[in-house]
């Protein structure tokens, strides 16, 4: 039976197998090993993907089984400020820290032996934002700052570090690269084709730190350049 | 638990989860409602496909549960040449057609309700082929020919036919686009994001035509824009 990797999340999840996506990428880069299953749920913030966490999650593995590793990318909602567009999805710093932890406690409950990786809320783009009105705030603020979305991102690290987990700091990442702000962000928030490789190739890195890669996954079936094809029973046959 | 799309088939459902891929678009589509499971073998032909269908198929569904659908889509490689540098995967069309038989056979039986859609081989563009040479040959001769594969394509829906199974003819629906050799095929065999996107399509309409569509599979948790936000509990409470 394949091994699965589990992507739940907000909608930079639920879109990750969009054209160019981050989740595509990885399901095409373990296609003939691993089973990319997709868990996003656009809009969602840690409140909410904590009450439901347990159903989103059922059914993905059973009998016994656990996934070889889930990513858990919260954030960019709850980091909506609390008195602009996004209100109703705001959730305060602490709370977001405290529904990570026990989203996190559930997976490691449930699959104790799964690679649990966090990943930070994306950077902001004001001005992308500002570009794409939300809610019906007419303020002419952006619902969501870059400074305010960087504090949950510190947060999540600091998660990761108490509950010794591995974390992607895609806030930062993403600003290490002059120009962020447009190549790899859509609309301020979401991801350009170029912004969901950089993500794609955090988790693979991830993914191989943790000792899951091409090279440590069996493939399922042979490779045709493995196949005797004047007797393929020889290398088919079961 | 989330309904399976199931891809079984060569290295055109092997790639299709790469940038513009038919099966990232199903996966996209369906991001809600149901899993897609890749199951794609690069090179393989029929007669490896019908030894192996077993394991290809093993824990994809457990418990009882069975795919929604599964699409089986083999017969480019089958269709190779006897003579040419394809020789080595090549199949006789009568085995092709029995071994499809063969293929579908187990999965009903396994799976006795779950909708089994053949796709033909594709077209074949030889000016293509022959920038792309295959194998040792040298003669100068493409090691598929379009009318070699179209014969192929036949078998198959006559099989689809005694079998009373769905089936989408890529064969002719590529074909009655005008310029079809260039914009639907990358190397004369495997596709572009626009042959891509005519797959996918073909897909999603034959599955709707089975029942399987957005709006006939349940969401599993509510949309953000359904989620009172003041009771969150209301909306996503057990």
Redesign the interface.
């Known amino acids: 039976?394949?091994p699965k990797l589990v992507l739940f999340g907000d909608s930079i999840t639920?879109?990750s197998?969009?054209?160019?996506?981050w989740?595509?990428?990885l399901?095409?880069q373990f296609?003939?090993t691993a089973?990319v299953?997709?868990r996003?749920?656009?809009?969602?913030n840690t409140?909410?993907a904590r009450?439901?966490v347990?159903?989103?999650m059922?059914?993905v593995c059973?009998?016994g089984a656990s996934p070889k590793a889930v990513t858990v990318f919260f954030g960019a909602n709850d980091a909506c400020l609390p008195d602009r567009g996004g209100a109703?999805?705001h959730v305060p710093i602490l709370e977001y820290q405290d529904n990570l932890r026990s989203i996190c406690s559930f997976l490691k409950e449930q699959w104790p032996t799964t690679i649990i990786i966090l990943i930070t809320p994306p950077p902001i783009d004001e001005d992308g934002r500002l570009k794409n009105p939300y809610g019906n705030d007419n303020s002419g603020l952006p619902e969501r700052t870059n400074e305010f979305a960087g504090a949950y991102a510190k947060a999540c690290i600091a998660l990761a570090k108490e509950s010794d987990l591995p974390v992607i700091d895609i806030w930062s990442k993403m600003q290490s690269f002059p120009g962020w702000e447009k190549s790899f962000l859509s609309d301020g928030l979401h991801f350009t084709?170029l912004g969901n490789r950089i993500l794609f190739e955090e988790v693979v890195l991830k993914l191989k730190e943790k000792g899951i890669s091409l090279e440590t996954i069996p493939i399922?079936?042979p490779?045709?350049?493995d196949?005797d094809?004047n007797d393929?029973?020889k290398s088919?046959?079961?």
Do not use: C
Request: aromatic share 10%; charged share 20%.
């Open positions: 039976m394949r639920e879109g197998f969009m054209e160019g996506g989740g595509a990428a399901a095409n296609s003939r089973d299953v997709l996003g749920y656009s809009g969602y409140r909410w009450l439901v347990e159903r989103a059922d059914g059973v009998g109703s999805q084709a399922d079936l490779l045709f350049s196949i094809t393929p029973h088919l046959g079961k």
